[in-house]
């Protein structure tokens, strides 16, 4: 792209695809007028593997393991879109069992994301140590998930009609173990990082959203509610276990990249109470539902659920075969990146950094 | 009023260098309070416990046909797994022999896992009614050559359960 320089001043330098701080191959095209920035371009596509289009060539159940590596750290939650979209279209539903599976998987999810986002968040500016302590919680959350599941990151354990298998008899034990672990836990965080006078001076009042800014963009999760806009599909569209729980919405009304941060911190805490509502009581049911094929049938479905960095749309145009004719995912991500020119635009380049930290960026699910 | 505003001003200003320093402190009280407790170190001396390390029975490792003391597998080549798994990571290898009935009958001759197409999604192993397929602990996976990622599960001499009847 060729672009004219209004002003003698100005240059323009690339940020990443190798950068540390973009947390992925995601180019920031950056224009800069000393070390003010006029605007900024992201330009994604380095991580583009047509997930939607193999989707088109493989089965309902194999698929969803291709939405595991779309945003990593929300594999669970992925997955369980897929299977609620495939679910709705058969008009079957599955047990009390699954559903309360899921959600305490998810929750668990949400909260291991929100660990490593704040992990790198606290790194990006500067402040090393708080990655160790997230990443030793996260790891409790992993083990979790491995012990039942088989795997850490990309599970594909929640497959359309229930689960892959039962989790393990210590399940509900260490979920509880860990609830209480995390509430003694999660002051630390506070201490170490939210009540930082250097953390507070960058982060408050910088890249300011409005909830006007965050609707027009389609700002959705915890970025989105920084700013007040109420966008939690669990409170509006609940779906699986969250009808049987209380859930209340985070929301923050002062837009800035301290709201952003407060929110997510805020979230973990809520995502317990939610946790600790659901853990002791998983009733017994069967995991599968038994059908004879799991294939939608001829027509088009949506289903939308809440990852942990904002809705996740699942979209399946099905002409009645065994794999999709077409596949959409509505990525949190991808709506959420495209907010960032007008956020970072007149701050300083080390306010981007923040900025897009407190957007909790994840790129393969960008790129898709 | 001037003179009352930089009063305020200034006492604003110790206040912010007093609070900032109370707030890094606080900080360093938590990596202080785990400096001095060596008890609560988490960090694992990978590779040094290589030997006590135990994945979980459940991990996901390499896929794997389970044989049994006299070197049998239950696979009776269906290729179920084979058609379930959605990378194309299994090829199941058959020979045609002549039972003891005259008919012919399929054979396993090589299991073929290619790992490093693999994507762990696990649909592999419930897909099969003999219950032949299993994950393993191994973990390392990495190597130097990408040929080696490509083996084959059934032991030499190993033969199928089903056949020997
Ligand atoms: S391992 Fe099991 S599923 Fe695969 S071919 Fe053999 S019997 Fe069939
Ligand atoms: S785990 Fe999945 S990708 Fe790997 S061999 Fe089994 S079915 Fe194929």
Redesign the interface.
């Known amino acids: 792209m060729d672009i004219e320089l209004k002003e003698k001043e100005e240059y323009i330098i690339n940020m990443g695809p190798q950068h540390p701080s973009t947390h992925g191959v995601l180019r920031f095209e950056l224009c800069l007028l000393g070390e003010q920035v006029k605007y900024v371009i992201p330009h994604c596509g380095y991580i583009h593997r047509g997930i939607e289009k193999m989707c088109e060539h ?1 089965t309902y ?6 939405t595991d590596r779309m945003d990593y750290l929300s594999a669970h939650i992925n997955n369980e879109a897929v299977a609620l979209c495939v679910e709705k279209s058969m008009n079957v539903e599955v047990s009390d069992r699954v559903k309360y599976i899921r959600t305490i998987l998810s929750e668990l999810t949400r909260i291991a994301s929100h660990q490593l986002w704040w992990s790198a968040f606290g790194m990006d500016l500067g402040a090393l ?1 708080t990655f160790f302590y997230g990443l ?1 919680d996260r ?1 409790k959350i992993l ?1 979790i998930f ?6 850490r990151l ?1 599970q ?1 354990f929640i497959t359309p009609g229930g689960l ?2 039962d989790v ?1 008899p210590n399940f509900q034990k260490r979920v509880a173990e860990f609830i209480k672990y995390f509430r003694k836990k999660l002051p ?1 965080y506070d ?3 939210t ?4 953390f ?1 001076e960058r982060t408050k009042g910088i890249g300011i959203m409005s909830k006007e800014d965050a609707i027009d963009y389609g700002v959705t999760g915890p970025s989105g509610r920084g700013s007040g806009f109420h966008c939690d599909i669990r409170k509006i569209e609940p779906y699986s276990a969250y009808p049987f729980v209380e859930v209340n919405e985070v929301t923050l009304t002062e837009g800035d990249t301290y709201a952003r941060y407060l929110v997510r911190i805020k979230e973990m805490w809520e995502s317990l109470n939610i946790l600790e509502q659901l853990v002791d009581n998983v009733p017994a049911g069967p995991i599968m539902l038994e059908l004879k094929a799991i294939k939608a049938p001829k027509g088009e479905y949506y289903q939308r659920v809440e990852t942990a960095r904002g809705e996740l749309g699942v979209y399946i145009v099905s002409d009645g075969g065994p794999s999709p004719a077409r596949m959409k995912f509505r990525s949190p991500n991808f709506s959420n990146l495209f907010i960032i020119n007008k956020l970072a635009a007149g701050h300083k380049i080390a306010d981007l950094v923040a900025i897009s930290g407190s957007l909790d960026l994840v790129i393969p699910d960008i790129d898709r | 009023m001037a003179f009352l505003k930089t009063i305020r001003e200034v006492g604003k200003y110790f206040h ?1 260098i007093y ?3 109370a ?2 402190m ?2 360093m ?3 202080g309070s785990y400096f001095t407790r060596p008890g609560s170190i ?1 960090t694992q001396r990978y590779p040094e416990n290589r030997d006590t390390l135990k ?2 029975d ?3 490792g390499e896929l794997m046909l389970i044989h049994d003391e006299n070197n049998l597998h239950s696979c009776n080549v269906c290729n179920t797994c084979a058609r ?1 798994c ?1 990378n194309g990571s299994i090829e199941i290898i058959y020979k045609k022999v002549e039972g003891a009935d005259g008919r012919s009958k399929k054979i396993l001759d090589k299991y073929v896992y290619h790992l490093d197409t693999c ?5 592999c192993v ?1 897909a099969c009614d003999e219950l032949a397929l299993k ?1 393993d602990q191994k973990f390392e996976h990495a190597v130097f050559d990408k040929r080696k990622l490509t083996k084959v599960l059934n032991k030499p001499g190993s033969s199928s359960k089903t056949t020997n009847e």
Do not use: A, W
């Not at chain 2, 994507?119 to 649909?123: H, R």
């Open positions: 493989l159940p194999q698929l969803v393991h291709l140590t030793r790891e083990d491995e012990e039942s599941t088989g795997s990309t594909s892959m298998g393990h630390e201490q170490l990082l009540g930082n006078v250097i507070r | 912010d609070s900032g320093v707030s890094l606080r900080g009280k938590v990596t988490v994945m979980f459940n991990f996901k379930k959605p994507s762990f999604c696990g649909l419930p994950f």
